[in-house]
């Protein structure tokens, strides 16, 4: 049996790559269908469900909601206790002060991360 060579897996990978490109486009394209189907007109968020034949089709509508951290850190000594707790904040690494860090520093906040690898990045671009 022969190997597969480097070139005849990359062209395997971009030809895949392709299709699952399409499928996906096309689902999306049928998932927004369903959802015009079904929006509900009398609200922004929420479930709608209907049956169809054997299936049941729930499609749920929600607001993205965002925050300005620089803002809310300018005004954060002003809010109530109440307003507050209407915020979360979440610990992030920064890898490039993370790796500034010295030894002893190091050690200390290393402690406090959690690591494990990363699935592999492809980049196949064409020459």
């Known amino acids: 049996m022969q190997a597969i060579t480097i070139t005849e897996l990359v062209a395997a990978r971009i030809a895949a790559?392709?299709?699952?490109?399409?499928?996906?486009?096309?689902?999306?394209?049928?998932?927004?269908?369903?959802a015009d189907h079904?929006?509900?007109?009398?609200?922004?968020?929420?479930?709608?469900?209907?049956?169809?034949?054997?299936?049941?089709?729930?499609?749920?509508?929600k607001l993205s909601r965002s925050v300005s951290t620089e803002d809310l850190q300018k005004v954060w000594d002003k809010l109530t206790v109440e307003q507050q707790g209407a915020f979360k904040w979440?610990?992030?690494?920064?890898?490039?002060?993370?790796?500034?860090?010295?030894?002893?520093?190091?050690?200390?906040?290393?402690?406090?991360?959690?690591?494990?690898?990363?699935t592999p990045t492809i980049t196949i671009e064409a020459v």
Do not use: N
Not at 95 to 115: E, G, Q, W
């Open 17 to 34: 790559k392709r299709e699952e490109e399409s499928a996906v486009q096309t689902r999306r394209e049928i998932d927004e269908l369903i």
């Open 38 to 61: 079904l929006r509900p007109t009398d609200k922004l968020e929420g479930t709608v469900s209907e049956r169809a034949g054997e299936y049941k089709i729930s499609v749920a509508y």
């Open 90 to 118: 979440k610990a992030d690494v920064s890898v490039s002060a993370l790796r500034k860090l010295d030894d002893k520093a190091l050690v200390a906040v290393s402690k406090l991360i959690t690591s494990k690898p990363a």
